[in-house]
């Protein structure tokens, strides 16, 4: 038997199997064929790589490809998505719009926790907004500042941290209990403690930690976007978390309003660090005064405080707070993380 009758001989007894194998080796060569074409006529090169459970091809030439861009890059130094001036800041939206949270089909997960899909930010950013029966002041920041730390492309998540009981209101000790507690979240690069009443007028004014502490709100309206005083630093502060540790944080003898901030700058200063400003062309705010609620007016003891000894960061501050009476309780909204604390200036319970 030639060669050839073979052949036939074996096609006519497996005619299906030869055909099924001859289509599967045809559909191969094919898609390879396809593949070469069209990496060789684009120039670039792919991988694909595995990322919060999906899986997605990246292109590894330059980057920037149409669709995604590769996952182990970081995000740019200047974010594409800024547009500099606000057209406007509706301090009148006092009503929480869901539609930012992811189960309203936005992109704000459970706790205000958001980062970029496409890029690894350079900044992880931690917000503490002091707060106190302000609900509506909180909706609006929320509805307005949200879109601004996405666009700046941060990796970010809101505290908002709620003094409740009728003791008077201590800025200072609530931010120092709430610094702690966002340390069980996340390493953070940088702590900003944020007034809630303080809505930024331009995207470009960037919340990302630089290299020394910062006051950021420079220009607010209220004041005619002036610095009253070079030792001002109240409204918005950026530290690191090794400057905030390393000033020992907020002095927490500061009960009722005022005096904490320009105490604050003292210890700046008294630690060899540099307080440095952006300029006020881009660092400008509206201040929202709807339903400004205050508890407690200006202390006459508090500014006998402000250069006191009992208030030197040697003595007082974030390794004190366990003097402190009070209770704590966090659970995660739907656009923020609620740190609830019942700090009592008397004897209580302690936590």
Same mark, same amino acid.
């Given at each position: 038997?030639?060669?050839?009758?073979?052949?036939?001989?074996?096609?006519?007894?497996?005619?299906?199997?030869?055909?099924?194998?001859?289509?599967?080796?045809?559909?191969?060569?094919?898609?390879?064929?396809?593949?070469?074409?069209?990496?060789?006529?684009?120039?670039?090169?792919?991988?694909?790589?595995?990322?919060?459970?999906?899986?997605?091809?990246?292109?590894?030439?330059?980057?920037?490809?149409?669709n995604?861009?590769?996952?182990?890059?970081?995000?740019?130094?200047?974010?594409?998505?800024?547009?500099?001036?606000?057209?406007?800041?509706?301090?009148?939206?006092?009503?929480l719009?869901?539609?930012?949270?992811?189960?309203?089909g936005?992109?704000?997960?459970? @706790? %205000?926790?958001?980062?970029?899909?496409?890029?690894?930010? +350079?900044? $992880?950013?931690?917000? /503490? =907004?002091?707060?106190?029966?302000?609900?509506?002041?909180?909706?609006?920041?929320?509805?307005?500042?949200?879109?601004?730390?996405?666009?700046?492309?941060?990796?970010?998540?809101?505290?908002?941290?709620?003094?409740?009981?009728?003791?008077?209101?201590?800025?200072?000790?609530?931010?120092?209990?709430?610094?702690?507690?966002?340390?069980?979240?996340?390493?953070?690069?940088?702590?900003?403690?944020?007034d809630?009443?303080?809505?930024?007028?331009?995207?470009?004014?960037?919340?990302?930690?630089?290299n020394?502490?910062?006051?950021?709100?420079?220009?607010?309206?209220?004041?005619?976007?002036?610095?009253?005083?070079?030792?001002?630093?109240?409204?918005?502060?950026?530290?690191?978390?090794?400057?905030?540790?390393?000033?020992?944080?907020?002095?927490?003898?500061?009960?009722?309003? @005022? %005096?904490?901030?320009?105490?604050?700058?003292?210890?700046? +200063?008294? $630690?060899?660090?540099? /307080? =440095?400003?952006?300029?006020?062309?881009?660092?400008?705010?509206?201040?929202?005064?709807?339903?400004?609620?205050?508890?407690?007016?200006?202390?006459?003891?508090?500014?006998?405080?402000?250069?006191?000894?009992?208030?030197?960061p040697v003595?007082?501050?974030?390794?004190?707070?366990?003097k402190?009476?009070?209770?704590?309780?966090?659970?995660?909204?739907?656009?923020?993380?609620?740190?609830?604390?019942?700090?009592?200036?008397?004897?209580?319970?302690?936590?």
């Amino acid at each position: 038997m030639t060669l050839c009758s073979m052949i036939l001989y074996y096609v006519r007894r497996f005619k299906r199997g030869f055909v099924l194998v001859f289509i599967l080796y045809s559909v191969m060569v094919i898609r390879k064929l396809c593949c070469d074409f069209s990496i060789e006529e684009t120039g670039l090169s792919t991988k694909t790589y595995s990322n919060r459970e999906k899986w997605i091809t990246v292109n590894t030439t330059n980057g920037t490809p149409a669709n995604v861009v590769e996952l182990l890059a970081h995000c740019p130094d200047v974010s594409p998505f800024l547009v500099g001036q606000l057209e406007f800041v509706d301090i009148n939206a006092t009503s929480l719009n869901l539609n930012l949270s992811i189960y309203y089909g936005g992109e704000v997960e459970l @706790g %205000g926790f958001w980062r970029p899909k496409y890029c690894n930010a +350079r900044k $992880k950013v931690a917000f /503490l =907004i002091p707060f106190r029966n302000r609900w509506e002041q909180l909706n609006t920041f929320l509805n307005h500042m949200h879109p601004i730390f996405q666009k700046q492309q941060l990796d970010y998540r809101i505290f908002v941290i709620e003094q409740t009981g009728k003791d008077k209101f201590n800025k200072g000790a609530i931010y120092n209990i709430g610094f702690k507690e966002t340390l069980k979240y996340d390493d953070y690069d940088c702590h900003v403690f944020h007034d809630v009443d303080l809505l930024c007028e331009t995207d470009t004014n960037y919340y990302g930690c630089p290299n020394s502490p910062m006051h950021l709100s420079v220009g607010i309206d209220k004041f005619n976007y002036t610095l009253p005083y070079k030792g001002l630093i109240g409204g918005i502060q950026l530290f690191s978390k090794e400057h905030y540790l390393k000033i020992n944080g907020y002095s927490n003898q500061f009960w009722g309003w @005022g %005096g904490e901030d320009d105490n604050l700058f003292r210890r700046i +200063r008294m $630690k060899g660090l540099k /307080l =440095i400003r952006p300029s006020i062309d881009v660092a400008r705010y509206k201040m929202n005064q709807n339903n400004h609620f205050r508890s407690d007016g200006w202390s006459q003891a508090n500014h006998r405080l402000i250069y006191n000894r009992r208030t030197r960061p040697v003595v007082d501050g974030l390794t004190t707070i366990d003097k402190l009476h009070f209770t704590i309780e966090t659970r995660e909204s739907l656009l923020y993380t609620l740190v609830s604390i019942d700090l009592r200036q008397r004897k209580g319970r302690r936590t």
